[in-house]
């Protein structure tokens, strides 16, 4: 079975410092893994998506995460935070490596960012 | 080009009645997914279709059921309503019926109240 692990419910930085949102997963399955952000009112939006190219994936807004099988871990930093940052964040894994439109979700994690 | 749209985004029904809820894709998508999202249990899948056809289904009872129609537009219905399907309803689109292929867009949700 697949599943996400996202080990903070709420992370909270100050402005200008890095951000570290921290994910496992389990898969049985070459896993097709994404990060979606939810700002309030407003739907999710996909930040980026691991399909095994590259472990290193660079997404949108300056967002990054890296792939490591050997921790089963699929964490996103961001360099620098910036006050639009402040969002609810979650990983993602789609079923079967990706061979179906099916995501299964974390509970998420929300990001508060301090003037 | 136009984004999901979704109708209605509120509603307010009371127990025992049913409900039918709409989304429109990005033009040119043929799969749309249904997720259910509450503060207790998070995001849930609750079906996808793509070309009229469901290909998957989550977990919920028979009370939830969908349908596609030939230009893609889905609808999704709850019957005899119970004080927990009080939640915000997303539904995605994508162009391809593989998460590893193609990005999947959401859409703002409609926010169902049941009483």
């Known amino acids: 079975a697949q599943s996400v692990t996202q080990l903070d419910s709420h992370v909270s930085v100050s402005e200008g410092t890095p951000v570290l949102l921290r994910c496992n997963y389990s898969s049985s399955y070459s896993p097709s893994l994404f990060w979606y952000v939810q700002h309030p009112n407003k739907g999710l939006q996909l930040l980026l998506k691991y399909t095994s190219a590259a472990t290193l994936v660079k997404g949108i807004n300056g967002f990054e995460a890296e792939f490591k099988k050997s921790e089963t871990s699929f964490h996103l930093t961001k360099p620098s935070a910036h006050m639009s940052d402040a969002a609810e964040y979650f990983c993602v894994v789609s079923p079967y490596g990706g061979a179906t439109n099916k995501l299964i979700f974390g509970t998420g994690t929300l990001l508060a960012v301090q003037p | 080009k136009a984004g999901v749209t979704q109708t209605p985004r509120y509603l307010i029904k009371t127990r025992g009645q049913q409900v039918t809820l709409s989304c429109s894709p990005i033009?040119?998508?043929?799969?749309v997914s249904w997720y259910q999202q509450t503060p207790g249990q998070g995001l849930q899948f609750l079906f996808e279709?793509?070309?009229?056809?469901?290909?998957n289904k989550g977990n919920f009872p028979g009370r939830f059921s969908g349908r596609q129609f030939s230009n893609s537009r889905s609808e999704m219905n709850v019957s005899t309503l119970e004080l927990g399907d009080s939640a915000l309803y997303l539904c995605?689109?994508?162009?391809?019926?593989?998460?590893?292929?193609?990005?999947?867009?959401f859409g703002p949700g409609t926010r169902l109240l049941v009483l």
């Open positions: 033009s040119g998508h043929r799969s």
């Open positions: 995605a689109s994508s162009l391809a019926r593989q998460a590893i292929q193609e990005t999947q867009y």
């Open positions: 279709y793509f070309s009229e056809t469901q290909r």
